[in-house]
């Protein structure tokens, strides 16, 4: 079965500073992975996914992510976070062995303070 | 275009009550999921569709039903609900499998 692990429920950084959001996971297969942003009261707002290909991915607002085969993980990057980052993170996954199901971890809330 | 619209916003129900969240996507995506978000937890699938006519359980489908009549429009029954079902729903499309899904904004239900 597929799995998702968010270790930390929540990472404080300051404004300016490099900020990191982990994400491991299991599967059987290969791994889709996503990450989503959740605002309070607002549904989730995709970010970023990795499908196939370069390990390093781009997305919205300055975020990236690194698929990392050997260490299963993901995790979510920005250089330099913003107090209008500070909202609720999601990691998700899909094994291509596992149908259609996207498993999602237990979110992890980022806050940047000024 | 409008995206994912679900009404109602806010819902409170009686034990044993029945109800229908509504949800609509104008994108003409052929796949459509329910969420539910309990606090301080991930996201959990309740019910999928891969197109009209065609739907499939997802993790936690008890207690809920689904049709899907139309393209745009993937409704979800609540038949007797259950204070358990209290919890933060949203509906999400995608236009293909392994695309980014498009949430709405979401709908709180307590069952009191």
């Known amino acids: 079965a597929q799995s998702v692990a968010q270790p930390e429920d929540q990472v404080n950084v300051a404004e300016g500073n490099p900020l990191t959001v982990k994400c491991t996971y299991s599967v059987s297969g290969n791994p889709y992975l996503f990450w989503y942003v959740q605002y309070p009261n607002r549904g989730l707002q995709f970010l970023l996914k990795?499908?196939?290909?370069?390990?390093l991915v781009k997305g919205s607002y300055g975020f990236e992510a690194e698929f990392n085969k050997s260490q299963t993980s993901f995790h979510l990057k920005k250089p330099s976070a913003l107090v209008s980052d500070s909202a609720l993170y999601f990691c998700?996954?899909?094994?291509?062995?596992?149908?259609?199901?996207?498993?999602f971890g237990g979110g992890t809330r980022l806050m940047v303070k000024p | 275009n409008a995206g994912v619209t679900q009404t109602p916003k806010f819902r409170i129900l009686k034990i044993g009550q029945s109800m229908t969240l509504q949800c609509t996507q104008d994108m003409n995506h052929n796949y459509m999921y329910w969420y539910r978000q309990d606090p301080g937890m991930g996201l959990k699938l309740i019910y999928y569709s891969v197109g009209a006519g065609i739907t499939d359980k997802g993790e936690v489908p008890n207690g809920y039903n689904v049709s899907r009549s139309t393209t745009e429009d993937f409704p979800l029954r609540l038949e007797l609900a259950a204070p358990s079902q209290t919890s933060v729903y949203f509906c999400a499309s995608s236009g293909q499998l392994l695309y980014e899904q498009y949430f709405g904004p979401g709908t709180r239900l307590t069952v009191t």
């Open positions: 990795y499908i196939t290909g370069d390990n």
């Open positions: 998700a996954v899909r094994d291509d062995n596992a149908g259609n199901m996207l498993t």
